[in-house]
């Protein structure tokens, strides 16, 4: 298996800029051997199995290679039958640097058995040419430099551009603070900084931590090859799992090689339709502005419609927690249910800061209720969206959905001035001539994506339920959340609200469940206060831009 993740003798590097950067900082010993154990312990009549008695720790050299074959046999049998949890006990704690926001969004962040902290953008300067650059030559390389290196100064010329903007709110928001404008200067050009890096190229680098299990590494190892970035996952999973063996070489037995491209179900009904397209001159880009059209008209204005929930919601979450108490309907009327497991006021675990909802008895009967949301969120939107792990979307193969027309999320504060509006579409201008002239250069569309800027719009369907989607929407409809998924969480409050008002009542930021339980100050957010008392306002009047 070492072997096989060598690169050939003389393949040229996927990339000419710097290689992504992946170590190995943290990991389970011998947890190879501890997945055997743990399935050994299922059917111990002798108590717990431990890793060194699967390893032969301590017996002689004939016993401990005896041991390693049955380990390795009965591996081998528990990853075919598909008894995967042994392997879950193992986790790997990696570091990343030089690897794209494309590669986080399309492949690290698109599932939810991981854990990571990366650097933002949102509050974190971009440095001058701090992105990936696919391995292009002659015109195509100059077209992807130049294009980059074009919407990194958009992002910087924006930053300024936008500062005297987003004082200008910010000092509507705090009037008191106009007189001693110097101390709020940083973070008001964070808050320009923030809307700016709207116009990065989705290629531009991150770094962060990462963690998963073994098993979810063996994941990453057989689809490494999906779209969106195919290249870049491939060279960052070998490094990740040749790290891996680096310390448990024993994970080989097991390890699956990965599953090309062209192979994967993604791929073969794209190019399916595709083909079909091509045949009828003009079909293709008339089809991907077609769906755009029906998808945007079908949202009438919102960034996330409802479009389908289980029609008993409030009276199975009412029964639900009636049975955990074994009351009887006259014992507890469904307006009393509903009220104990949602009303901070009744249930004090809304009122504290560490989320509680998974293990409270009453709190997952909120699981029982069920929505699905049809949204658009820009790229960089949307890679926070995705973090909220148990609201997961069927998020689009990003070639299907863009064209040769821009394609972007406005965000509010670049309609507050001409200027920096004309400024923001010329970026993406900018960014849509880059990307279609390296296509009819002959580039892959997975390498000319990565001109594509954070603003560019995604269109998908997310779903949730209840116990889950609280937790997000008491997050994101703060006024310090990031604005899209603000927009998108006040969407869903609300259509919630109107028709299921009983549930609907008690979605709420943070600061109104805090106040509601009686807990002060209602914001968490200390020195971070937005300024508004959203605790006092109905959902319908959520009103911000910065």
């Not at 299990?213 to 779209?227: D, H, P």
């Not at 990740?240 to 994967?264: F, N, S």
């Not at 927690?321 to 507890?332: I, K, N, P, T």
């Amino acid at each position: 298996m070492l072997d096989t993740l060598t690169a050939p003798s003389g393949a040229p590097e996927p990339f000419l800029s710097p290689r992504p950067v992946v170590r190995l900082v943290n990991h389970f010993g011998r947890s190879y051997d501890n997945a055997v154990a743990t399935a050994r312990t299922c059917y111990s009549s002798r108590g717990i199995v431990t890793a060194e008695q699967v390893a032969g720790v301590g017996e002689d050299e004939e016993m401990v290679a005896l041991r390693r074959q049955r380990r390795d046999r009965l591996a081998r049998d528990l990853y075919q039958a598909g008894h995967h949890t042994t392997f879950q006990h193992g986790h790997f704690q990696f570091t990343l640097e030089n690897v794209s926001r494309q590669f986080i969004w399309s492949f690290l962040h698109s599932h939810p058995f991981y854990n990571s902290e990366q650097v933002s953008q949102r509050y974190v300067t971009v440095a001058e040419g701090s992105y990936a650059v696919p391995s292009l030559g002659g015109e195509a390389l100059a077209v992807y430099r130049r294009t980059a290196d074009g919407l990194m100064a958009d992002y910087r010329d924006l930053v300024d551009l936008l500062e005297p903007v987003a004082a200008e709110v910010f000092f509507g928001l705090f009037p008191a603070r106009r007189h001693k404008p110097q101390k709020w200067q940083r973070a008001i050009r964070k808050k320009a900084q923030e809307v700016a890096r709207y116009v990065l190229p989705v290629a531009t680098f991150a770094y962060l931590y990462h963690t998963v299990s073994a098993v979810t590494l063996f994941r990453y190892y057989r689809l490494c090859e999906l779209y969106d970035a195919p290249a870049e996952q491939r060279l960052v999973v070998s490094d990740m799992v040749r790290a891996v063996l680096a310390v448990e070489p024993g994970y080989a037995a097991v390890l699956e090689e990965p599953m090309p491209l062209e192979e994967t179900p993604e791929a073969q009904a794209f190019q399916r339709l595709h083909d079909a397209r091509r045949r009828e001159v003009g079909r293709s880009r008339r089809a991907v502005a077609d769906f755009r059209q029906r998808f945007d008209a079908d949202l009438g204005g919102r960034v996330s419609k409802l479009v389908d929930w289980k029609v008993r919601n409030e009276a199975t979450v009412a029964e639900a927690v009636r049975e955990v108490l074994a009351a009887s309907a006259g014992e507890l009327s469904d307006d009393d249910a509903l009220a104990l497991v949602l009303d901070p006021a009744q249930n004090r675990y809304f009122g504290e800061s560490l989320n509680l909802s998974t293990l409270s008895k009453l709190t997952r009967c909120l699981s029982h209720a069920h929505y699905t949301f049809r949204k658009k969120l820009s790229h960089t939107a949307d890679s926070q969206d995705q973090r909220h792990r148990m609201t997961p979307a069927s998020r689009p193969v990003l070639a299907a959905q863009v064209d040769a027309d821009p394609d972007v999320v406005e965000p509010a504060l670049v309609a507050l001035d001409d200027a920096v509006r004309r400024r923001f579409h010329a970026a993406c201008e900018r960014a849509w001539e880059g990307v279609g002239r390296l296509l009819a250069l002959g580039v892959e569309a997975e390498h000319a994506h990565y001109l594509l800027p954070n603003a560019v719009a995604l269109r998908f369907s997310e779903s949730a339920d209840l116990l889950h989607l609280h937790h997000k929407l008491t997050m994101r409809l703060c006024y310090n959340a990031q604005e899209e998924i603000w927009r998108a969480s006040v969407d869903e409050a609300e259509q919630i609200r109107q028709r299921e008002p009983r549930l609907g009542r008690w979605l709420l930021p943070p600061c109104g469940q805090r106040d509601r339980a009686g807990v002060k100050p209602p914001c968490p957010e200390g020195s971070r206060y937005c300024g508004v008392p959203v605790w006092r306002f109905d959902v319908t009047d959520y009103e911000r831009v910065l």
